[in-house]
């Protein structure tokens, strides 16, 4: 039987991503691949490619163990042509995203997985650390948006 303690955590993920993901509504190519000139930021388009990166493979590689071959060095080197692209990408992945994680039950919350690279952890784990990735991001989403609608 689906957890509803996984339903709550699918509503945090989507939104946090939906948050991301919005940041670039309405800006241009140029302005969805603008870094930030301090030292370790990232485009909206990079934080948006690599947090959904990341929710993909906690779903489906973490929590149901199908193979997704990620390329995390690619996703911080990841450019794009305009916001459509970005949120055609997310709706689809949303599509497949909601219902794997709406389906976990409490057996697969609890059981214990390896992550690639943090380790053992429980499938719940998982997720609250995949929440908590994903609001780290909103965060520099939107400062990142708030700066370059700053730049005029």
Not at 44 to 62: I, R
Not at 80 to 94: I, M, P, Y
């Amino acid at each position: 039987m689906a957890s509803a303690e996984a339903k709550m955590y699918a509503n945090y993920i989507i939104d946090k991503l939906e948050r991301i993901v919005s940041c670039l509504d309405g800006l241009s190519s140029e302005q969805i691949n603008a870094k930030p000139p301090v030292p370790e930021t990232n485009s909206l388009l990079v934080l948006a490619v690599h947090t959904m990166a990341n929710v993909n493979e906690a779903t489906f590689q973490g929590l149901l163990g199908q193979e997704v071959n990620r390329d995390r060095d690619s996703e911080f080197a990841a450019s794009g042509s305009s916001a459509e692209d970005v949120r055609n990408q997310w709706e689809t992945l949303k599509g497949q995203v909601r219902p794997a994680l709406e389906g976990l039950t409490d057996e697969q919350l609890n059981r214990t997985l390896v992550h690639p690279r943090r380790g053992e952890m429980t499938g719940r784990e998982l997720l609250l650390f995949t929440v908590t990735h994903a609001s780290e991001h909103v965060g520099h989403a939107e400062l990142t948006r708030d700066w370059i609608v700053s730049q005029g």
